[in-house]
């Protein structure tokens, strides 16, 4: 397969796990995660990892997921471009969107194990954690799905791809995010 394809269509079937983290932000508030409970001294996961956050973006990741898979599927779009046959796409795209908001908690919650603050920055963890939760839940749920689009040969090139593309763009929708006053940190 071309690796330019390859590259570019693993970043568009990335998208359910790349939207949300910044609907988070829109949606959060209110109760957190952990009901505001500590563990040995310190937050489970904090004020910034909230109920609404959780189920808003998994919401907006698995809608956004589901009408592209309508969209490729109307359009007739090859296989690199697609979620999987049937009904197959619906499992991929929920898979990657709670992965990448379980894999945000779990980075929240080395975090706070670090004592580190909410929003403080952790370079590395703050890009990746919701990039491997994303991979590592799919990898469980739909393992063919995942070796064939991101690990298989060529396709290496898309999770290469992934791991350039996302912090570039974590920072510029952080930036964005900063500016409307929806993030408290630039980052
Ligand atoms: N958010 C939320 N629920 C989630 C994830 C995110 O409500 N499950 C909201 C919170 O308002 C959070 C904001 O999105 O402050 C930004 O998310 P993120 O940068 O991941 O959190 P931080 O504030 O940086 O907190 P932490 O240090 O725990 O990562
Ligand atoms: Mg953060």
Partial sequence: ??????????????????????????????????????????????????WRGLVGGVSAGTSLGLLLAILTMALDASESWRWGLGLMPIGVVFSLSLGSLLGDMAGAFIKRRLGMKRGQKAPGLDQYDFVMGALGLT?????????????????????????????????????????????????
Avoid: C, Q
């Fill in 139 to 187: 990898a469980l749920t739909f393992p063919g799905w995942l070796s064939a689009h991101y690990l298989n040969g060529e396709a290496v090139i898309a999770l290469v791809a992934l791991l350039v593309f996302v912090p570039l763009l974590h920072r510029s929708v952080n930036i964005i995010g900063f500016k409307l006053g929806k993030k408290k940190e630039p980052w």
């Fill in 1 to 50: 397969m071309d690796l330019l394809v390859s590259a570019i269509s693993g970043i568009f079937l990335f998208l359910p796990a790349l939207l949300p983290n910044s609907a988070a932000v829109l949606f959060g508030g209110g109760t957190p995660v952990d009901f505001g409970r500590s563990w040995r001294g310190k937050r489970i996961l904090g004020d910034g990892k909230t």
